[in-house]
């Protein structure tokens, strides 16, 4: 833990794929903030992630990309969570398939500009009302996408598709 995040990425682990561009890493599983490549210098310990605006959480770093889109990462992981809600509390059981639809909406380019506040207000009314802390992990990807990548939101809005060809996406 004496190492910073982009050392860990680019020293110990290989660096990106490929030769691709850093675009994001989630130090903490999907349920922590995103965090962005000028915020990779501080030390990869629970106290310097956090500095950075992070958590490590469980500690799996999740490597992104420039060919990730993050409406479809936004998408995916809502899928998950979604899936894996016990059902207990209305908040978690009805917001976290309400923000999969959406995003599955805006992913498919169907989307529309009024959805982006609509993804943030379901958030909001998710995020500290539910009775664990799950619904609080569901909301992360979205708001985090949401606010250091919105111009992809409205990108696949305005031109109806996404604008960020991969090949390894299934859809494609």
């Known amino acids: 833990m004496d190492i910073t995040l982009s050392e860990l990425i680019n020293g110990h682990a290989g660096g990106v794929r490929d030769g691709r561009t850093l675009k994001a890493v ?33 500690a799996g770093i999740i490597v992104l990309d420039d060919t ?8 995916n992981l809502l899928h998950f969570y979604r899936h894996e809600s016990c059902g207990k509390c209305t908040p978690c059981r009805e917001g976290t398939d309400w ?11 169907e989307g529309r500009m009024a959805d982006l506040d609509l993804l943030a207000s379901i958030s909001e009314n998710i995020g500290g009302k539910t009775l664990c802390a799950f619904g609080d992990a569901a909301i992360t ?3 985090t996408t949401l606010k250091h990548f919105r111009h992809e939101y409205e990108a696949h809005i305005t031109e109806g598709r996404c604008t960020l060809p991969a090949p390894w996406r299934a859809h494609e």
Do not use: N, Y
């Open 68 to 75: 990730t889109c993050m409406v479809w990462l936004a998408e």
């Open 26 to 58: 989630i130090p903490g599983g999907s349920s922590v903030p995103m965090l962005l490549p000028h915020e990779l210098d501080g030390q990869a310990s629970f106290d310097g992630v956090q500095k950075a605006g992070s958590l490590l959480g469980s």
């Open 99 to 109: 923000l999969h639809k959406i995003l599955h909406r805006i992913e498919r380019g």
């Open 141 to 143: 990807p979205v708001l």
